[in-house]
């Protein structure tokens, strides 16, 4: 088959007709498939139910310092859970506050905290006439959804291979001083997939920006989320703390990071890590906030998963259930798009989704199209700031939660809306 490109408009109107039947049959089966948000499968929770069994009535419920799980106390972690997060957040214990169950709720607290507090001593942003946050596209929509919430203005800037566009976030933010931090998911990132090289950590670390108290917030959800079992050597984030103290910024990033995906999405550990000024101030306004987080979870994540020790072979069995999900999703895209020359689409070594370009002006077609047909995606726009993608052609693939057969027949409606939306814009 040529390229739809290359194809005169009576190939094309013969092509249309046929993928036309095909969408007919698949949408007349009557599928309820979703492919929506990254959930972990019913699998690979499994992995994680003998957790559950760490902590019994007969358990030591004692953290190592003595400290009883069971009561009020300890603000900023247990021990052997601020060991655990130190390693997936690849820190060091003492600079990091463990939390409650969602690193996003971390997130959004920490920018509330900004807006009320300032950041060491600045004025609080709340204060400023506006606030401004680069946003590298496609990105997480739940941090689009914090800045918006908040009233924070987004500014979009290109996601490159290695990590966002570093010229164009150099030029932004040295000449606009409302500019306060950026977002970034370094590996794996969501939806694209792709990890931030280490020219590009460097950059960030060391970037002038006209506004003192700028921060990264550095979302490292899929730290130790690779499908092989070992990292590939690109897939090795230099370390952001490090690089931002050599550089003379040493309080620029805070760190986020969760076992959401490693263990129970929802009744995991989340935690954050920073420089010691950072994590003084941080514990000041928290003391107010809690008296101290859920230390059960805390000493049951740091007993089943060994404080880290046991993370590469836990997290190589998720890395089994999802490498062969990825490999479809591949498999299905490049035998029923690359000959038409329509798409391009991204295929990560590790995280939870693929990054998918189709045609300008069809992602919100094929959602629809998808959706008619019995298969759920996340809408159209979602990886954009204020769901609005000016070319409407990005949709993030979740392939996480259906099992693989279940997910080979929502590929087959994908690919064919694909084909139906990229033929009804070059026919009508
Ligand atoms: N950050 C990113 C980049 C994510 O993709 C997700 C979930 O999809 C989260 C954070 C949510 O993490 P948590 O469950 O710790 O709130």
Redesign the pocket.
């Known amino acids: 088959m040529p390229r739809y490109a290359e194809m005169s408009k009576a190939e094309l109107e013969a092509e249309l007709a046929e993928v036309r039947a095909r969408y007919g049959e698949m949408a007349a089966r009557g599928l309820k498939l979703n492919m929506a948000?990254?959930k972990p499968s019913a699998a690979q929770l499994e992995l994680s139910l003998p957790m559950l069994d760490v902590l019994d009535s007969e358990a030591d419920l004692a953290a190592e310092d003595g400290t009883d799980c069971r009561n009020y106390g300890v603000l900023d972690g247990i021990p052997e859970a601020k060991r655990l997060m130190a390693a997936l957040l690849d820190d060091e214990p003492e600079n990091v506050i463990v939390l409650g169950?969602?690193?996003?709720?971390?997130?959004y607290d920490a920018m509330v905290r900004y807006l009320v507090f300032g950041a060491l001593g600045s004025t609080p942003w709340g204060r400023l006439p506006e606030v401004k946050w680069l946003c590298p596209v496609p990105g997480?929509d739940?941090?689009f959804s914090i800045c918006e919430d908040l009233g924070i203005e987004m500014i979009p800037v290109p996601l490159c291979e290695d990590g966002p566009d570093m010229e164009e976030v150099e030029r932004l933010v040295v000449a606009d001083d409302a500019i306060k931090g950026i977002w970034c998911?370094p590996k794996y990132?969501?939806p694209s997939g792709i990890t931030y090289s280490d020219e590009t950590v460097r950059r960030l670390a060391a970037m002038e920006c006209a506004a003192d108290d700028f921060r990264i917030f550095w979302?490292n959800?899929?730290a130790v989320h690779h499908f092989s079992g070992d990292p590939a050597e690109q897939d090795i984030v230099l370390d952001i703390a490090e690089a931002c103290r050599e550089a003379g910024n040493p309080d620029r990033y805070l760190k986020?990071?969760?076992?959401?995906?490693i263990t129970f999405?929802?009744a995991?550990v989340?935690a954050l890590a920073a420089s010691p000024a950072n994590i003084a101030e941080i514990k000041r306004h928290l003391g107010v906030q809690a008296i101290g987080h859920d230390k059960l979870n805390q000493l049951r994540h740091a007993r089943f998963l060994e404080e880290g020790a046991r993370l590469p072979e836990h997290m190589a069995a998720h890395g089994a259930l999802m490498g062969p999900k990825f490999e479809l999703v591949e498999k299905k895209l490049a035998e029923e798009l690359a000959e038409a020359g329509i798409a391009t689409w991204t295929n990560p070594r590790g995280?939870?989704?693929v990054s998918f370009e189709g045609p300008a002006g069809t992602a919100r077609r094929i959602v629809e199209l998808a959706k008619n047909a019995g298969v759920t995606m996340t809408d159209a726009g979602a990886t954009w700031p204020y769901g609005d993608d000016p070319a409407d052609s990005n949709i993030r693939i979740a392939p996480s939660l259906p099992p693989l057969e279940e997910l080979d027949a929502a590929m087959d409606v994908f690919t064919c809306c694909v084909k139906l939306a990229a033929l009804e814009q070059l026919v009508e």
């Open positions: 948000r990254g169950n969602a690193s996003l709720t971390a997130m997480y739940r941090h998911v990132s969501n979302d959800a899929y986020f990071g969760s076992t959401s995906k999405p929802g995991g989340a995280g939870y989704f």
